[in-house]
């Protein structure tokens, strides 16, 4: 994905009419009088509508750069009124309404989580070696909740679905269960984190609204 920077520098073609001569996707030129009603229309408002998202794109970035700015001086003032104390270690979770609580801001920071396959790998050995030892009236309910937890989607594995084992720790009080989940644990690796700001407004009859700017979840009038 490109940065907003690089963004704002594509090159943005529209061939006009004045031209005389329009070049097609293979290099192919094209007299203007040979292109279609709806080519001259779509090359029109393709070009008008990519120029108008462009500039979009730039305010909205400029909009989220301020907001995070503005969020962290907030947080940094919340910290030294309350002696230094920082709720969850500084990540996630943290709003803040205004003074008559009709706007909140929340500030959500998710980790995205992988897992390395050489310990996964390890993991499923000994829990195979489990399965392989237990009695066959323990296997019948162990079995499926090992099974769920390694089903692929896409070739890939479901970390949330792998990190529900441990759950079941007190259940299955077993060394090579317990060996296993050490080595979940060890899989677990976080890479990067993303952060999400929601923005809500609240209305006559006290319910709270989301200001929606996810462009794909906006509701239009007919």
């Known amino acids: 994905m490109k940065t907003n920077n690089q963004m704002t520098k594509l090159p943005i073609r529209q061939q006009k009419p004045s031209e005389g001569i329009w070049q097609d996707d293979n290099g192919n030129k ?47 003032e919340f910290i030294k009124e309350n002696n230094g104390k920082a709720p969850g270690k500084g990540k996630g979770g943290i709003t803040f309404f205004n003074f008559d609580r009709s706007i909140k801001i929340t500030l959500d ?47 890939r594995l479901d970390h949330r679905k792998v990190l529900a084992l441990k759950r079941h720790a007190t259940r299955i009080n077993n060394p090579r269960f317990d060996a296993a989940m050490a080595f979940v644990d060890k899989a677990i690796r976080k890479p990067s984190s993303k952060e999400y700001y929601r923005i809500q407004v609240r209305d006559e009859q006290g319910e709270y609204h989301d200001v929606v700017l996810n462009f794909s979840a906006l509701v239009t009038e007919d």
Do not use: C, H
């Not at 998710?110 to 009236?137: F, H, P, Q």
């Open 30 to 76: 094209i007299p203007y009088s040979r292109v279609s009603p709806l080519e001259r229309k779509s090359e029109r408002v393709l070009a008008s509508t990519t120029k108008k998202a462009i500039a979009l794109n730039t305010a909205l970035t400029a909009f989220k750069s301020e907001l995070k700015n503005q969020f962290s001086e907030m947080y940094q």
């Open 109 to 155: 920071i998710n980790d995205r989580i992988e897992l390395d396959e050489k310990y996964i790998m390890l993991a499923k050995e000994e829990l195979n070696g489990l399965l392989s030892e237990a009695l066959k009236d323990t296997k019948d309910w162990i079995e499926p909740i090992v099974m769920a937890a390694f089903e692929t989607s896409g070739g």
